[in-house]
């Protein structure tokens, strides 16, 4: 496991920046309101998952009377039995479905959540099915699923994550009320500080608004635990990174790495912009290669010695 167990949304006992959101969830559900079928976009690591995890604590120990979830202080509480069944995946009233790394939604996964569903089609309480990654669902895939969406029981909601990594099937889109989940920087920033604060990370990556708290703590551990500066050359950072992912196959250590290649070429576009389109080219190039890495499982070695002869005939 490349991250720590508290980097896990489901350990998260607080929401941060997205009060809004959670109250508006639920104010749909009382209201009778709720979606048979919602999807959540927005960039990975903006919350999306922990903003489900705390609306569905709030809904299913609300009538609890010493350990319902703090609706005041919006944090979990830690000693319910319904936060443990989370936790151990043991409740029957909530599903979860997610790719694997660097592969997508397999439609057996999908076939098997439609068998789960058929044999428990008389549960008294709601259920709500999480799909998170729903963007890695391939076609036969989404096909098996649009036949689950297109038949919902009358207890059955599904919540879809879509943390735009890939395009989204527009047959799954359809079929969906969306809700876009953003966050301005000042909150951004507020959620960083607690976040490196609660994990006791250094403050390794420079700042950049674009990057999500998720997505951004994540960077920071990386660089902190394999000794990543921001002074290293980009050949010794891709190095390595493409040995790392050899080993992890986590697609955030990629992501990492098409972030070290855009700061590479904005201070060259800086320094030499008539030759911007020529080196936008260049990157694109340079990405390329990595896309076919991730897709077809290439040779770490070859790649990196394209990618670095490109760099070097800039």
């Known amino acids: 496991m490349l991250f720590p167990s508290t ?16 109250d508006q969830l639920i104010n749909l559900y009382e209201n009778n309101k709720f979606p ?14 922990t903003l489900i995890n705390h609306f569905l604590n709030y809904l299913f120990t609300k009538n609890e009377k010493e350990k319902k979830y703090n609706i005041t202080k919006k944090e979990i509480n830690t000693n319910s ?11 029957q ?37 999480i799909i998170d990654e729903v963007e890695y669902l391939n076609g036969n895939s989404a096909n098996a699923l649009l036949k689950i969406l297109e ?23 359809s079929r969906c009320l969306a809700e876009n989940i953003f ?22 990556i420079i ?3 674009s990057l999500t708290p998720g997505t951004f703590i994540k960077f920071n551990y990386i660089c902190e635990k394999y000794e990543i500066t921001n002074e290293q050359s980009l050949e010794n950072k891709l190095n390595l990174l493409l040995n790392l992912y050899k080993k992890d196959k986590d697609k955030t250590i990629i992501s990492l790495i098409y ?54 005939n800039v």
């Open 81 to 91: 039995k319904f936060y443990s069944s989370l936790l151990n995946q043991t409740s």
């Open 36 to 49: 048979k079928v919602l999807l959540l976009n927005g960039k990975k690591g903006l919350g999306k998952f």
């Open 7 to 22: 980097f896990d949304p489901l350990l998260n006992p607080k929401l941060l920046a997205l009060d809004e959101q959670f």
């Open 259 to 312: 972030y070290f290649i855009d700061i590479h070429f904005l201070k060259m576009i800086k320094e030499r912009s008539m030759k911007t389109d020529y080196l936008l080219k260049r990157k694109s190039m340079i990405f390329e290669n990595l896309d076919n890495l991730t897709k077809y499982n290439l040779n770490i070695s070859s790649v990196l010695n394209d990618i670095n002869f490109k760099l070097q």
């Open 151 to 173: 038949e919902p029981s009358l207890n059955n909601f599904f919540i879809l994550i879509n943390n735009q990594q890939s395009d989204l099937l527009k047959t799954i889109s």
């Open 183 to 204: 966050m301005p920087y000042n909150k951004k920033k507020d959620v960083i500080d607690y976040l490196i604060n609660l994990n006791q990370i250094k403050n390794i």
């Open 93 to 129: 009233e909530i599903l979860f479905l997610k790719a694997e790394e660097n592969k997508n939604i397999k439609i057996e996964d999908v076939r098997n959540l439609k068998q789960i569903i058929s044999n428990t089609s008389l549960i008294d309480q709601p259920r709500f099915i």
């Open 207 to 209: 700042e950049d608004k």
